[in-house]
């Protein structure tokens, strides 16, 4: 929805074939970590003021059971957050709303079964009909299991919800490492949407605990920086990284998830998402052919050094301090004890999270 704007707002005939109803869209339980670059983006795209969202002013970085922590703030970044949380709901609801208002061409129950690709144009055959076009972009789903994708099963699920606090959480977004696996909890309203990452079978067994069995397991998980009041209905996602190798080919460009799927610790897939967005609108804002091979290798070169910095950063964060070695607590303590003495190397983290790999 937020490429289909993007290229009707600059003039590109654009279509939009949804295998769902157009609804469904709004239904999204999960809850988006979005940085100041994304809502840079989204603001651009005329939708930034009809989303619901909180600003997060720092994010406070630790590890149970070892030494070092950090903390990155707005206020040294110069900007009025890091980031906002915003439910994916409400951001489906808003780039809908646009989409309306402009009477871009939405077909829903419209699932692509085939694509033929020429020299000149893609050939589309659909649940609703066939159709022509000159560009057909992949912006749902994930990179297939085959050889044009890396796959990396984390044996790990993300239990996520959202919890009640006892008491108010200053705009502040905790990035806690356990021997389990990453806990984020992010501002969103009075309360906080929680990811809690953990081995797959663990996971599913905390989906279903009594609520205040599983408040105690979080609890003793996170600590005592924050007290748990209350939780609502936990949801499971299982969590593997899929990357797709080149995210075009034949009058074809995959972005977003099914272009990588990434763990969500650090909360960095939809904000690379919105990046790929943001430059495929720029690539194709003057092109004759938009499918022409050339110009999808410019987007490709374009996105190669986001796409592979920003996998190769979640990716190492999400192995990395599951590591159960004996010098592994050491190293990771040394290396947040590091972040938190040197603001230079803090900044640069910092803008790294807030505007991608090119944020330089």
């Known amino acids: 929805m937020a490429l289909a704007l993007a290229l009707h707002r600059q003039g590109n005939p654009v279509r939009i074939f949804e295998a769902r109803s157009r609804g469904a869209v709004r239904d999204d339980a999960r809850i988006l970590a979005l940085s100041h670059g994304s809502r840079q983006i989204l603001g651009s795209l005329g939708v930034w003021e009809q989303i619901e969202a909180t600003p997060i002013a720092a994010i406070h970085v630790s590890q149970r059971g070892g030494f070092g922590r950090t903390r990155l703030a707005a206020s040294e970044e110069g900007l009025p957050a890091l980031g906002y949380v915003v439910a994916a709901a409400s951001l489906a609801a808003a780039l809908d709303a646009a989409l309306l208002a402009q009477e871009v061409p939405y077909l829903e129950q419209a699932r692509v079964l085939r694509v033929d690709a020429s020299d000149t144009d893609v050939h ?180 190669r050094l986001d796409r592979i910095a920003t996998t190769g950063f979640t990716d190492a964060l999400a192995r990395l301090f599951t590591v159960d070695l004996p010098l592994a607590s050491a190293a990771r303590g040394s290396a947040l004890l590091a972040l938190d003495l040197l603001p230079p190397l803090r900044h640069f983290v910092a803008r790294r999270m807030i505007f991608g790999a090119r944020a330089y």
């Open 124 to 303: 589309l055959y659909t649940s609703v009909g066939e159709a022509e076009a000159r560009l057909v972009v992949y912006a749902e789903g994930s990179a297939d299991n085959d050889a044009e994708a890396i796959v990396r099963d984390y044996g790990q699920s993300a239990v996520i919800c959202v919890v009640e606090v006892a008491a108010p959480h200053g705009n502040v977004a905790w990035e806690r490492f356990t021997d389990q696996g990453p806990v984020a909890l992010l501002p969103l309203g009075s309360r906080m949407a929680l990811v809690y990452c953990c081995a797959s079978e663990r996971a599913r067994l905390l989906s279903q605990l009594p609520e205040g069995e599983f408040l105690a397991d979080l609890q003793r998980q996170f600590g005592t920086r924050l007290t748990f009041a209350g939780a609502s209905q936990r949801l499971v996602y299982p969590l593997t990284l899929r990357l797709r190798r080149s995210p075009v080919g034949a009058r074809a460009v995959w972005l977003g998830n099914a272009a990588q799927t990434l763990h969500p610790v650090a909360g960095q897939g939809f904000n690379l998402a919105l990046r790929d967005v943001a430059q495929l609108a720029r690539t194709l804002v003057s092109a004759s052919d938009p499918g022409e091979a050339g110009l999808l290798r410019g987007y490709a070169r374009a996105r």
